[in-house]
């Protein structure tokens, strides 16, 4: 059974550093994209980045260039994605989520990780 | 980027309504278009893909259609478990776009 389990909530103040993951199984890890999806509360889906963590290629959208950091380890079948310094507008729940080749949809998703940023 | 409009942003119907979400994009994405469906609280489900394509385990009242810049989702009977929030979204890119969503409400 194909499954991405995220990391659990967070709470963070402004400035602070954080690094959520996804952990797969039921598939081979390097063998699919992992995207990043973010929703804001009450909005809706912004597509944010890709890895392919075959070769660990890596492509943002421009929105999001920049501002994170997406990356992957491949001995534990895990990808992140990290903040270097959290702003107030970066609460929202992130989804990742897997695809197999680019013209390919998402066909699974995690359950979401939600990320407060509160001073 | 590839902009993705979907329209209404809002839709009341009653159970067993036919209902009709437009999705369009702001350069041809061939058949590259998904449709998922969000409850609250949980992750999107992937509906349709391929433009026209239905997914494993999706019920047959939800059609897709469309190529090119145009592209519709019609659910042909609509039942209590489908009120959510559909979104469509463009795979012709590796930067992927979503629309902006429908919220599919009972009347």
């Known amino acids: 059974e194909v499954q991405l389990v995220q990391s659990g909530a967070d709470v963070k103040k402004p400035g602070e550093s954080l690094k959520i993951s996804c952990t797969v199984s039921?598939?081979?890890?390097?063998?699919?994209?992992i995207a990043w999806v973010r929703q804001m509360p009450g909005k809706g889906l912004e597509w944010m980045g890709i890895?392919?963590?075959?070769?660990?290629?890596?492509k943002y959208s421009p929105s999001f260039q920049g501002q994170v950091t997406i990356s992957a380890d491949r001995s534990i079948s895990t990808a992140y994605l990290q903040w270097s310094s959290l702003k107030a507008s970066d609460t929202a729940m992130y989804y990742c989520?897997?695809?197999?080749?680019?013209?390919?949809?998402?066909?699974?998703w995690g359950q979401g990780t939600l990320v407060t940023v509160s001073s | 980027d590839i902009q993705m409009t979907q329209s209404p942003s809002t839709l009341s119907a009653f159970v067993g309504d036919r209902v009709t979400i437009t999705c369009r994009a702001s350069q041809s994405i061939s058949s590259w278009l998904a449709w998922y469906q969000q409850k609250p609280g949980k992750a999107p489900k992937l509906l349709i893909y391929k433009a026209s394509s239905l997914e494993s385990g999706v019920p047959s009242r939800f059609r897709g259609s469309g190529s090119g810049t145009e592209f519709t989702l019609t659910i042909s009977s609509l039942q209590p478990d489908d009120f959510a929030t559909y979104y469509c979204q463009q795979y012709n890119s590796y930067f992927r776009t979503f629309g902006q969503g429908t919220k599919v409400e009972i009347k």
């Open positions: 989520a897997r695809h197999y080749t680019r013209y390919d949809p998402v066909d699974y």
């Open positions: 890895i392919y963590p075959g070769d660990s290629d890596t």
């Open positions: 039921g598939y081979t890890f390097t063998t699919y994209w």
